[in-house]
């Protein structure tokens, strides 16, 4: 929870449109580049002819060094959504592994759809995982070579190099994330007396013209038959405002001294000071 305080009183305001745009640009270059030499270069994957640098991460791209301090973009989203893409498309890919091929256009639109559902229902919709799931549902050359490891390889580490790139480099213009795992800290809290709803709203603003109403019946009574009345007036009453409406008339007879004094003051000040000559 202290963390989740710390960002959120971090959070600073976006840096100019043509400054973000060229570093987010810059950044989207060097987390790809770092996929694409890992691809190009090793040996592993080299040697084996594994998938790597695929499609969806450019996708991820854009939220993460785009916009990173939308709640898709935030790590939760990113990790999370991949994997369960990965995973369902995987399942749905070898279920359907055996299936005519007049069914075959069916496990991608099944992987996407299931994968979005799971997505809502654990709140970490991430938009590219929905590319994560067709791909690995559509028969995929990818899918298809590491079957079951899909979610662990190559999604899982692609999904870390983002999420550390993200980390590394956009907090040397805005902080990310902004929260790690829940949005709901985040919210700023409502004070107590501030309405919420349309019907609270009016009635507090009737009430406020009810009390407004009241002060200047008070006001009157102050002025025609002093405090010390009033307050017997209310006394007798017994009502559950009478406190208030006690401490209102004291509040509305120092204003009043006041009033006076200031008044009495610059009067004072007029008579000694001579005028000037025109």
Known sequence: MRGVQRYHEEIK???????????????SFIAMSILGMITKYGAAIKDHHLPFAIAPAGASA??????????LSQPRNVLVGHMIAALIGTFINQLFRDSPESLQWLPGALAVGVSIALMGLTNC???PAGATAYLAGFYSADAVR????????PVLPVVLIMISVALLLNNLARVYPVYWFTAVHMAPSTPPDEPKTQVELSQSLEQSQVRESASESLRSSVDSCGASQVDDHIENEGDADSAWMAARIH???HELHELRAKQHHYEASRLHTPHSAV
């Open 251 to 253: 509040e509305l007879e």
């Open 13 to 27: 305001p976006a840096p100019p449109v043509l400054a973000w745009a060229i570093f987010s640009g810059l950044t």
């Open 62 to 71: 854009v939220l993460l060094y785009g916009v990173p301090s939308a709640p």
């Open 146 to 153: 590491v079957g079951w490891w899909f979610a662990l390889y």
């Open 125 to 127: 919709y991430h938009p």
